[in-house]
């Protein structure tokens, strides 16, 4: 059974730090998915990691993938109060054939000035 | 452009009641999936849909889950005799052609089950 495993869930952070979160996952896949979610909303495709070394950057959010670890990380550079949200990753059930996601229970990020 | 539309956005009712949940996927968009979010189990596959192809049912929790898609398009996931263990939020996600690809969500359908 394919397993997600993000760390931490919870997060408290000061505006203008830096933090990493973590994603383990327990079979092979070259495909990662990261997602954001505002309180009451629906999720936001943030990145898609389609391969070992894959590293994506947007704004002050950076993934990167290493799929012989099995271990994505989403790193937050100089964080600000816009960036709170409850952050996921997933992974395709099938190692990529389908799309079935297999999600992370979630990272809730809250950035404090 | 038009994004994956739910509806209803939220629905109560009583133990034992059939519900039926709506999703209209972004046009052009051949994969369909309906997951379930709640606060015990997080974001649970339900189903997936590829084009004509048979669905992947594999994520359904029981038999009183069921979905169809018609004309590979809207979709319908509907839950019969409901229990108060079905109360969650059920996102339904479309993307292109499936794996490999961001899936765009829908807003969700909040079912509570009184």
């Known amino acids: 059974e394919l397993k997600v495993e993000q760390n931490p869930l919870f997060l408290s952070m000061q505006e203008g730090k830096n933090y990493t979160i973590y994603c383990n996952y327990s079979?092979?896949?070259?495909?990662l998915y990261w997602y954001r979610q505002d309180p009451g909303k629906s999720l936001e495709s943030l990145f898609v990691?389609?391969?070992?070394?894959a590293v994506k950057q947007e704004g002050r959010l950076m993934a990167s993938l290493d799929t012989k670890a099995r271990l994505s990380t989403l790193h937050i550079t100089a964080a600000v109060h816009d960036l709170s949200a409850t952050y996921f990753c997933?992974?395709?059930?099938?190692?990529?054939?389908?799309?079935?996601?297999?999600f992370g229970k979630g990272t809730k990020l809250s950035v404090k000035p | 452009g038009a994004g994956v539309s739910q509806s209803p956005s939220n629905k109560v009712t009583e133990k034992g009641k059939d519900v039926e949940l709506r999703c209209d996927p972004i046009?052009?968009?051949?994969?369909l999936y309906w997951y379930r979010q709640s606060l015990g189990q997080g974001l649970e596959f339900l189903i997936y849909?590829?084009?004509?192809?048979?669905p992947d049912k594999s994520g359904l929790p029981s038999d009183r889950f069921s979905a169809e898609r018609t004309g590979g398009s809207v979709s319908t996931l509907t839950i019969q005799r409901t229990q108060q263990e079905d109360s969650a939020v059920y996102l339904c996600?479309?993307?292109?052609w499936g794996g490999g690809q961001p899936q765009h969500f829908g807003d969700g359908t909040r079912l509570s089950i009184l």
């Open positions: 996600a479309s993307s292109p």
């Open positions: 079979t092979t896949s070259d495909r």
């Open positions: 990691l389609l391969s070992n070394g």
């Open positions: 997933a992974v395709d059930s099938y190692g990529g054939s389908q799309g079935n996601l297999i």
């Open positions: 046009s052009g968009h051949t994969a």
């Open positions: 849909f590829q084009g004509n192809s048979a």
